[in-house]
């Protein structure tokens, strides 16, 4: 159990659909990170907030946006769903201790959307 | 672009003897590695990882090469053990950017007999 747990564990929905995935980070974490990974593929950087702001984005589409809230809990909203979005996304936290000098990062089990 | 690859999408061993993961990226600013591990239905956990002004970094049965002149790394694991079957990610980090952003290979499965 890596401390990070994300909701919901699977869903299902349609195209054009919007969707909301939770996350809450290990206890003391400031920063989230989203990542997706389709079918086949390695995990892509989607987006990374620490302490409540962004402070780094990858290839995020613009349908998809995401917050983090005061208590450290991020939400990765994901709007006019398509197919190719059909994917597993994982958050991860990292230790302000430990992260800069490890880089390691400590993830959820992942949400796996399904569009149909 | 595939800025980090796992050419390998399987390997099999048998229990005791070495496993050899390896991967290839082609970003020049890539100065990070680093291996996770991942089992069905977890998310991959940390493993080892090594800066770029190393060329080896050994944790346990665990050992990282990093051959930049060659933009190679590889994961050594000695002896192999029937529980290190899962899915390994090789990862490489830029300089200059967030530590937690990431480019990740596609993974290799790892079977190892017993």
């Known amino acids: 159990d890596s401390g990070v747990t994300q909701t919901p564990k699977h869903l299902i929905t349609a195209t054009g659909q919007r969707v909301t995935l939770r996350c809450s980070p290990r206890?003391?974490?400031?920063?989230v990170y989203w990542y997706q990974q389709s079918l086949d593929q390695g995990l892509q950087f989607l987006i990374q907030?620490?302490?409540?702001?962004?402070?780094a984005k990858g290839n995020i589409l613009e349908r998809f946006s995401a917050q983090q809230f005061p208590d450290l809990h991020s939400e990765l909203n994901l709007s006019s769903l398509e197919l190719g979005d059909s994917a597993l996304y994982f958050c991860a936290s990292s230790s302000p201790r430990t992260g800069p000098s490890t880089g390691e990062l400590f993830f959820g089990e992942g949400s796996r959307l399904t569009v149909l | 672009d595939q800025q980090v690859k796992q050419n390998s999408p399987s390997l099999s061993v048998q229990e005791g003897r070495i496993s050899i993961l390896n991967c290839d990226y082609t970003n020049s600013m890539f100065d990070y590695f680093l291996w996770y591990k991942k089992y069905p239905a977890e998310g991959p956990t940390f493993l080892i990882s090594?800066?770029?002004?190393?060329d080896k970094n050994e944790d346990g049965r665990f050992t990282v090469f990093l051959n930049k002149s060659a933009k190679h790394l590889s994961l050594h694991i000695v002896p192999s053990q029937p529980g290190d079957s899962a899915v390994y990610f090789c990862a490489a980090r830029a300089g200059g950017t967030s530590y937690g952003k990431l480019t990740f290979g596609q993974g290799t499965i790892l079977t190892v007999h017993p």
């Open positions: 206890s003391g974490d400031l920063s």
């Open positions: 090594i800066s770029s002004i190393k």
């Open positions: 907030y620490y302490n409540g702001e962004e402070r």
